[in-house]
């Protein structure tokens, strides 16, 4: 094999690839071509290199593996706490069911969600009066965040006793709102579609007030967690 020279001739080396694409295109078609574009943009992507090219691909990790730090956390422990959660998070909907079982609570979506929202509150998410994060949770996983601030004695057994019966004052609310629970929610989200794009004109409103000079430039966040029926 030739060792690579410094100054590779790239005008050789870009016409062998594209005399090697026209093989193919004559030989086998559009379609095929068209797939080992695809590939070609996948794998180097896998390998750090990004094209930029597709604007929908499958979902890979484009972070090497040797690009990825260490985890700064605690897994085990972070799993246990994950574990507890999600499971007051499944036994207060369960509970309430109990009550009527038209109360419902969507018992999958923070199933499924659970490690993403704990690896933010462990690691990601910034409290504050004035500069805390902001966080658009997705709606139907609001017994996750119940379970948790219970958890950390934020809210009283009663409360999650009465999940989706807080008429009498005492319950919670069944989708993120401020004006229902105005000292937990920051915002609506039960709406969908409503979480997502408000997060990205709540940061881009942040910026434009900071550029102005009508608010300090600060490190404080906005997160959103969307839902894939959202996305769509
Ligand atoms: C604007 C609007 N239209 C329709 C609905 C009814 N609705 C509630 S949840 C939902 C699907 C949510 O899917 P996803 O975001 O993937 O969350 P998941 O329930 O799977 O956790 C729909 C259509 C709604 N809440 N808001």
Redesign the pocket.
Known sequence: MQAPTTTPNRDFEAQEWIEAFDGVLAASGPERSRELLERLVGHAARHGVNTGLALNTPCSNTVTVREQPRYPGDLALERRITAAVRWNALAMVVRANRQSSELGG?L??YASAADLFETGFHHFFRGGEQDGDLVYF????APGVYARAFLEGRLPEEALANFRQETGGRGLCSYPHPWLMPRFWQFPT????LGPLTAVYQARFMRYLEHRGVMPASSRKVWAF?????MD
């Open positions: 969507h999958s979506s997705q709606p139907h996983s039960g709406s969908m579609g969307a839902g894939d029926g959202e």
